[in-house]
């Protein structure tokens, strides 16, 4: 699990491409303080397991599934990522509850700037605004942050100063993608919904003729 709040920005240092799957480098500091082989860190929102480390820089797989559904797959040499360590137990949660495994993407389509904030337009698919509800919170590119509007196409955040320096977002482009993971807790509850709509489904009888005879209708 992780909380949305970005610890370091990395740098990839090399990508290594394998069928549709790959493995990277990438450069850091912070989140290698306490690294051990298996542990999990967030890369632009996505849980990856380090497979191996050096003083500098840590190496991952990434499945091809993965890369078809994050922006993973746009990384390049010297790209830019949101570096974030699997919270641990006792720490304060000062964003929400992440998980690392993204919904799917979403694209910059507008930034605006307002006094010290500036707001970015993120168009999003259908089966993803769903889930996506104001005042709620949302992980972009793994960055826990608040929704200040939403409609049937795009939603909005706000982005402080802080959030501003200590991540990339600000260094995004209109149209760039950016990997979104939706608050866990609508999803749980559609599941539940779904299931108790089926359970209280009467069951349905297809008429035959045998079914007539042996409710009565028929001799």
Not at 77 to 96: F, K, M, P, T
Request: aromatic share 6%.
């Amino acid at each position: 699990m992780f909380t949305g709040i970005v610890e370091e920005i990395g740098r990839v240092k090399q990508i290594h491409r394998s069928g549709d799957g790959s493995s990277m480098i990438i450069e850091a500091t912070e989140v290698l303080k306490d690294v051990k082989l298996g542990d999990s860190i967030a890369t632009n929102g996505v849980c990856l397991t380090v497979n191996r480390f050096e003083t500098n820089s840590f190496q991952v797989d990434v499945m091809a599934e993965t890369i078809r559904n994050s922006n993973l797959k746009d990384l390049k040499q010297g790209s830019l990522v949101n570096l974030e360590r699997a919270v641990a137990v006792g720490d304060r949660l000062g964003g929400h509850i992440v998980s690392g495994h993204i919904d799917g993407v979403g694209m910059i389509s507008q930034f605006e700037k307002e006094d010290n904030a500036t707001w970015i337009t993120i168009s999003a698919a259908p089966e993803l605004l769903k889930y996506i509800v104001l005042r709620g919170s949302i992980a972009v590119d793994g960055v826990s942050l608040t929704v200040a509007y939403v409609d049937h196409e795009c939603f909005k955040i706000s982005m402080i100063p802080h959030t501003k320096d200590e991540t990339i977002l600000i260094n995004k482009k209109i149209g760039d993608l950016v990997n979104l993971e939706c608050d866990m807790i609508a999803k749980y509850i559609e599941k539940m919904v779904n299931i108790t709509k089926m359970e209280s489904k009467p069951e349905k009888k297809d008429i035959s003729m045998d079914f007539l005879k042996q409710s009565g209708f028929l001799s």
